[in-house]
Every structure is written in structure tokens, then in C-alpha cells.
């Protein structure tokens, strides 16, 4: 398995409460994703890493921001939970584009 | 709008079956078709498909594109009660990755 891991695993938040999702790799990859998984959708990305510092919006970016300080971390931070983010989020690696990704176990995020 | 369709939603066999799923794209400055697998966990990588008739197989999967029709196929011969899964396929964009919604394969002993 390519080594990434997300933290934490599991989550149960209240509405309107700030989250900050973790994903960190060892691979060294130049691209890292956010994605998250719901009954019916299949996966969608929200903001995707093409580098330290660099990062753009993906197809459900609206209240997630993201950052990159380092090659190995990128969070995932939901400025004020909403129930509606009710889901389970994937990290995901590649060297480059248009190449298969590697993702992460998931969490599992629950906004009450 | 860029959309990934994947066919049938659900699908229930028996062991040594043979199934065929199906993947239909329309995803602008299309770069690769790729499909995974997903258990009760991560989806893990099958296959990326670049080139229109050229089959890959690892096993008892196979998998084949036309990028003329835009769609592809995952085939899975004599299954087996660990094929059960969720499939899923994915067009590639320069920066972007477009899932469809996934096949449930059920293989039932």
C-alpha cells in the first residue's frame, strides 16, 4: 500500500464548529486530492495540490479551504461544519495528473 | 457539463458468473479511463486505459476503451465471492479526475 494515512479516522462534530482533516504521505508525490464519498455520487473532488503552496478548487470546493505547507501534509479544514458535510472524505496521491491516485483509508466525518 | 455513467448501478451474480460493466464518458481534454476497486475501505487501482481497442487484463479482469463511443468496459470472468465490490471508473483531465457513481457487484456462493 502507498503510505498515506489521514487523521483522525473517525469524527463527530456539531454544526457550525471548525474541522481540520489530516492527510500525510511518505511517497514524496508532487499532486494530492481531497475527495468526498456519498451514497448516490461516487467520489467528488474539492480542492486538489500541485505543489507546496499551490492550490486550486476541485467540483465541491464550497466551504472547505485547504493548505500545503510541506510535501507530505495537506489539510482539509470546513470553516463551520454543516450537516450537509456529513460524509466520508478521501485523501489521494500521484505523481502526476492524469495518472492513476493512491488514496488514503478515509474518515468518516459526522456533523450533528 | 463533464459526466462519468457507470451501468448497471447493482448487479447481483453467482459464483462463475461472468459480468461486464459498463463506463460511458464525456469529459472535456480527456486524458485516461481509469477503473478501481472499492471494498469496505480505499479504493485500489485495476486499471488506466489510454488507447481505444487495446485490451488490459490482470487475471480474471479485463478491461477495454473506445474513445471513438467514449466509453469503456470492465469484464470479470468465473467470479468469485471476493469480487464483491463497488467499481468505479474515472475520466482524467489535465487536472481533474470525474468518478462516475460506481457498479455493487455482489457475488453470492
Known amino acids: 500500500d502507498a503510505g498515506i494515512t489521514q487523521s483522525p479516522r473517525h469524527k463527530v462534530t456539531e454544526t457550525g464548529t471548525p474541522v481540520t482533516l489530516r492527510c500525510h504521505q511518505t511517497?514524496?508525490?508532487?499532486?494530492m486530492y481531497w475527495y468526498r464519498q456519498d451514497p448516490g455520487h461516487g467520489l467528488r473532488l474539492i480542492h486538489y495540490?500541485?505543489?507546496?503552496?499551490?492550490?486550486d478548487k476541485g467540483e465541491v470546493s464550497d466551504g472547505y479551504s485547504v493548505s500545503r505547507s510541506k510535501t507530505e501534509d495537506f489539510l482539509l479544514t470546513l470553516e463551520s461544519a454543516t450537516s450537509s458535510q456529513t460524509s466520508v472524505y478521501f485523501c489521494?496521491?500521484?505523481?502526476?495528473?492524469?495518472?492513476?491516485?493512491?488514496f488514503g483509508p478515509g474518515t468518516r466525518l459526522t456533523v450533528t | 457539463e463533464d459526466k462519468v455513467v457507470q451501468s448497471p448501478l447493482s448487479l447481483v451474480v453467482h459464483e462463475g458468473d461472468t459480468v461486464t460493466l459498463n463506463c460511458s464518458y464525456e469529459?472535456?481534454?480527456?486524458?485516461?479511463l481509469l477503473w478501481y476497486k472499492q471494498e469496505k475501505k480505499a479504493p485500489t487501482f485495476l486499471f488506466m486505459l489510454?488507447?481505444?481497442?487495446i485490451e488490459k487484463k490482470s487475471g480474471r479482469l479485463s478491461s477495454i476503451l473506445d474513445k471513438k463511443e467514449l466509453f469503456s468496459i470492465l469484464n470479470i470472468t468465473a467470479t468469485q465471492t471476493g469480487d464483491s465490490a463497488i467499481y468505479l471508473c474515472?475520466?482524467?483531465?489535465?487536472?481533474?479526475?470525474?468518478f462516475g457513481a460506481g457498479t455493487r457487484l455482489t457475488v453470492k456462493p
Open positions: 489521494a496521491i500521484s505523481i502526476s495528473p492524469s495518472v492513476e491516485q493512491y
Open positions: 511517497e514524496n508525490h508532487r499532486y
Open positions: 495540490s500541485y505543489g507546496v503552496k499551490d492550490t
Open positions: 469529459v472535456t481534454n480527456f486524458r485516461s
Open positions: 489510454t488507447s481505444s481497442g
Open positions: 474515472a475520466g482524467t483531465q489535465p487536472n481533474d479526475m470525474r
